[in-house]
């Protein structure tokens, strides 16, 4: 069940949104064939017989594609069917050569599943109908009057995942995108590349009166290629679908096409003469059985996911709520974090770091979150630790953790090399401090008089001073302590 | 040396002892196609490369080297397999220009065995039809005599193994096409059980079905092709992993003790013609004779058997005829300009150009019974009675060994004689249906001769994978058959 807390509404109606999300599978060959499924081949060089259709060629079941399903479907919280079966879905296109997909219809390898999220700080369910496992088409290119078709990509694994429409808000469907994202690429089988096409979502909206129990009218909205399209997207279509209605106009069924140049959607085609795909089931796949020790075997494979890691932050390192969703987001971060809090005993500290100086400069390294535990990383969590436990040993101050930081980019000693070969240790020596203070205490007489008199604000003045004096490296803890006793006397 | 009656064995012992090259029998049987074909039109496509395979034979040999269990074998192969850089016509406009650019999986363990392909044979359009008269390249023709049809879909294969202008053919069998063929021409054809040989390359009719065998001369020569053609393929999801035998060293031709039943639907059945059931009971007595207990079994689905099989193999073709639509496959219409032309009408003008009469009947039926809304009740049904069938098949077989049957109710028609009738063209498949519909091996064997000296097989069903047993009871009738030494009048 839906366990929105909040109602959302427009103008007295109400979305109800349905997301079906494609899921590349990221396995090494295709579907049915053993042709590669690499991003970045020349045109039509990922084919065979059985990718291109040919007449003769038979589909066979990549195992490896069956393990991968079986996984992203546990991690979605599905059941997996003992039996499932491969059906052809009939309709013709020039970028399908048989004149079929082969699809699962009503025997899917995972159903009944359940996803769980944040929404402006309100958790929100969405059940998840179905996954289901289908090869991809071909690729039209389309040049004056002629059409090119490349069929690298015909073939492709691709595993369905389909939500209830139980969704209300663009947020609430962007969240989902990015949680089904986040699922699948925890557990390893997609890279989830928006722009590449790995991840496709498509969304199905409609609205309603607010109280009418009957669904409206739906549209599917394709060609969202970020998240914030998503939403962006859906918050358009919502607003076009209450204008038409309120003026009278008919919704149709239809798939619209969303352009963010112009951040709106566009008809392809309407649904009205709905398509009778003649599913049956393909009599050149035997069905697919699964044997519970395989899906106890994918399962020890499942990694701890984003939404219970989140929750063990939250409980186990006293990390806010939205830092640990941020964390959770990737598995390479989650992992990161974890090293750098657990090698620094300090998991808030950790946490900050990260979210706020590290990732920064990092992306601006143009590297990507697959990276963050290899050696292409310069601050690697073990040199990020270190900084964090010469801040809490009391080595260098907080403000001078953030000079060494810079360094580390660049630089490729260690910090506490760094710091000795910089200069940078904090002074902690009392003696010499106080020596320091009564220094400046004594060239300064009006503004001890200031604030002795109450205006105890000037403080900051003498610290200033007290830093400048030392180049930064005074511990301000114990200049602290000195300075209110001695101005104070 | 009798090259013209070789067995499989006697060609093979003769190129081992030097008495004969590969390459000379090859040119005997390519002077043999060029002669007779014309009066049978049996090949679509006479292959330039026979004698070039044949003499790499020759050098293996001559070198020593061991060679393949049908080496130098001259084959023709139905134009429905995919053989390398060789034409693949289906028998169709619409595949008229397509060479594929690989072997169907029986082809290719036809050449590892150093058999020669001499060229591809005719057969009704996709498969579809019983005379071979849906030939988009014209009718084949019946040597015993050419006013009657060969039979089909494989009719060029039983054609050109009859008139022996090749040693061996392959057909393939979806609802009885080898079989019929096989009985109308006089010649052994078998269906092996489904899953027995990889469908890979075949061009795809009722995926369910389809099965390819061996449509040769005698019992022996089925045997060893079977060996050769058998087996699970990697390219082939449904392809079975039962090991193969040695099918040809292990014929047993004794049938003492054994059960041979006749199935009671189709023995009673009057649509059986009066020469059909004189062979058909003397091959039951001979069977006695031979020591075999007849028994009675009953397989009351099989009365349902021709509407499942057009419902079930109509609605896969459907799907499977889809391809050829003139994207990538398929004869494409000589548009003028495609500007202005929508996809459904590019598909339309390709798609009424290309597929024959009878084609597109099987694609509108199976398009039909695939619809929503009739699914349920053609498609779905059919599937459900087809299980029943299977499983009444399974408790039969628990009676016999082997089920003897005509394979046809009448001996081979005349060219013409049927085409406007296809219901009555359709019933010629009622005894050999539900051997597919069930995947059981199932097997022709000339046995008798008409009054108009037009052959005439007997049908024998054994269970799944009992291929042997099939070959066995066969081996022991092939004794006595009244064809065995009779000669088609184009030979």
């Keep these: 069940m839906s366990t929105n807390t909040e109602n959302i509404f427009y103008r007295g109606y109400e979305a109800v949104i349905g997301i079906e999300v494609h899921v590349q599978l990221k396995t090494q060959s295709k579907i049915f064939s053993a042709d590669s499924t690499t991003f970045d081949a020349g045109d039509n060089e990922n084919t065979s017989p059985v990718s291109v259709g040919m007449p003769g060629a038979l589909p066979v079941i990549n195992k490896a594609v069956i393990n991968y399903a079986i996984k992203a479907g546990l991690a979605l919280g599905c059941k997996i069917r003992e039996k499932s079966v491969f059906s052809r879905k009939n309709y013709f296109y020039p970028d399908l050569p048989k004149g079929y997909q082969i699809s699962q219809y009503d025997e899917p390898i995972c159903e009944h599943g359940e996803v769980e999220f944040d929404v402006n700080g309100k958790t929100k369910k969405v059940r998840i109908t179905r996954a289901h496992l289908e090869e991809d088409a071909g690729k039209s290119n389309h040049l004056g009057q002629y059409t090119l078709i490349n069929y690298n990509r015909s073939g492709v694994p691709l595993l369905e995942v389909v939500s209830e429409p139980e969704m209300h808000s663009p947020q609430e469907a962007a969240e989902y995108c990015r949680t089904i994202r986040s699922i699948v690429r925890y557990v390893n089988v997609c890279d989830g590349n928006l722009e590449e096409g790995s991840l496709r979502c498509d969304c199905n909206v409609s609205v309603r009166k607010i109280g009418e129990k009957k669904l409206g009218t739906k549209v599917e909205l394709k060609n969202i290629n970020s998240f914030r399209f998503v939403e962006k997207a859906i918050e358009f279509e919502i607003q076009r679908q209450i204008d038409a209605i309120d003026n009278n106009e008919k919704i149709i069924q239809e798939t619209r096409l969303y352009d963010s140049d112009k951040n709106r959607t566009v008809s392809m085609r309407t649904k009205e003469n709905a398509q009778d795909y ?175 008199s109450g205006k105890t604000k000037v403080i900051a003045f003498f610290i200033g001073a007290i830093m400048k004096e030392t180049k930064g490296k005074a511990n301000p803890n114990i200049v602290n302590e000195i300075l209110t006793r001695k101005l104070s006397e | 040396m009798d090259i013209l009656n070789f067995s499989f064995t006697e060609a093979q012992a003769a190129l081992k002892n030097k008495k004969i090259s590969a390459k000379e029998m090859v040119q005997f049987y390519l002077n043999r196609i060029e002669k007779i074909n014309p009066q049978l039109n049996a090949f679509l496509h006479i292959d330039q490369s026979a004698l070039k395979q044949a003499e790499a034979v020759d050098q293996k040999i001559a070198r020593g080297e061991n060679v393949g269990l049908l080496a130098g074998i001259p084959f023709g192969i139905k134009d429905l397999l995919c053989v390398k850089n060789m034409p693949t016509t289906a028998a169709s406009k619409m595949l008229k220009n397509f060479v594929p650019p690989y072997d169907a999986t029986v082809v290719k363990k036809l050449k590892m065995a150093d058999v020669i392909i001499m060229g591809k044979l005719n057969l009704d359009e996709f498969a579809m039809g019983s005379s071979n008269e849906n030939s988009h390249f014209g009718s084949c023709k019946n040597p015993w005599n050419t006013d009657y049809v060969p039979g089909g879909s494989s009719g060029g294969s039983a054609a050109a193994q009859a008139a022996r202008l090749v040693m061996g053919t392959i057909g393939t069998d979806t609802g009885g096409s080898i079989r019929q063929p096989s009985s109308f021409c006089g010649v052994v054809g078998i269906k092996p059980t489904y899953g027995r040989v990889s469908r890979y390359g075949i061009v795809a009719f009722a995926s369910s079905l389809d099965q390819a065998g061996p449509m040769v001369s005698s019992v022996k020569d089925a045997a060893l092709t079977l060996e050769v053609i058998c087996g699970q393929d990697a390219n082939d999801g449904t392809s079975s992993n039962k090991p193969v035998e040695d099918f040809s060293q292990k014929i047993n031709t004794s049938v003492k003790g054994l059960k041979i039943a006749v199935m009671k639907e189709f023995h009673n059945s009057d649509l059986i013609d009066s020469d059909i059931r004189k062979t058909y009971e003397s091959a039951i007595d001979s069977l006695k004779k031979l020591g075999a207990e007849i028994v009675e ?103 016999c060994d082997v089920i003897l049957s005509p394979v046809t109710t009448t001996p081979a028609f005349k060219i013409g004689s049927r085409v406007y009738d296809p219901l009555r063209m359709y019933l010629n498949d009622v005894f050999t249906t539900s051997t597919n519909l069930a995947g059981l091996p199932g097997m022709s064997l000339p046995y008798g001769l008409s009054k108009d000296r037009l052959p005439i097989g007997v049908q024998l069903t054994a269970h799944h994978f009992q291929e042997q047993k099939l070959l066995n009871v066969a081996a022991a009738l092939e004794e006595t058959s009244l064809v065995k030494n009779e000669k088609p009048h184009v030979y």
């Design chain 2, 297 to 399: 079994v009953s397989v009351p689905m099989t009365k349902y058997a021709v509407s499942m099989y057009y419902l079930i193999s109509a609605s896969e073709a459907s799907s499977n005829l889809a391809r050829y639509d003139g994207v990538k496959y398929g004869h494409r219409s000589d548009f003028k300009d495609l500007s202005s032309l929508s996809l459904d009408e590019f598909y339309s003008a390709n798609r009424s150009e290309g597929f024959g009469k009878e084609v597109k009947r099987r694609i509108i039926l199976g398009t039909f019974c695939l619809s929503s809304g009739y699914f349920d009740a053609y498609y779905k049904k059919a599937s459900q009675v087809r299980r029943l069938l299977k499983n009444q098949f399974d408790d039969a077989f628990k009676k």
């Design chain 1, 278 to 452: 003649r599913y049956f089931p393909d009599p050149d796949i035997l069905p697919i059985i699964i044997e519970s020790s395989l899906i106890q075997k994918m399962k020890s494979e499942i990694p701890e996911l984003p939404l219970a890691r989140a929750k063990k932050y939250i409980e186990a390192y006293a990390i806010s709520k939205d830092e640990a969703r941020q964390l959770t987001e990737d598995l390479e971060l989650a992992s990161f974090f974890e090293k750098v809090g657990k090698l620094s005993s300090d998991y808030k500290a950790a946490a900050s770091w990260i979210l706020v100086e590290f990732l920064k400069d990092y992306f601006e390294k143009s590297l990507t979150l697959n990276d963050l535990n290899s050696l292409k990383n310069p601050v690697s969590a073990e040199r990020l630790a270190e900084l964090i436990s010469l801040i809490n040993k009391g080595t260098i101050s907080g403000k001078i953790a953030k000079k060494v930081f810079k360094d580390m980019w660049t630089n490729a000693k260690s910090p506490t090399e760094i710091v000795s070969s910089q200069g940078l240790v904090q002074v902690s020596d009392v003696g010499e401090i106080e020596k320091i203070i009564s220094q400046i205490i004594a060239t300064n007489p009006s503004q001890v008089a200031e604030y002795k």
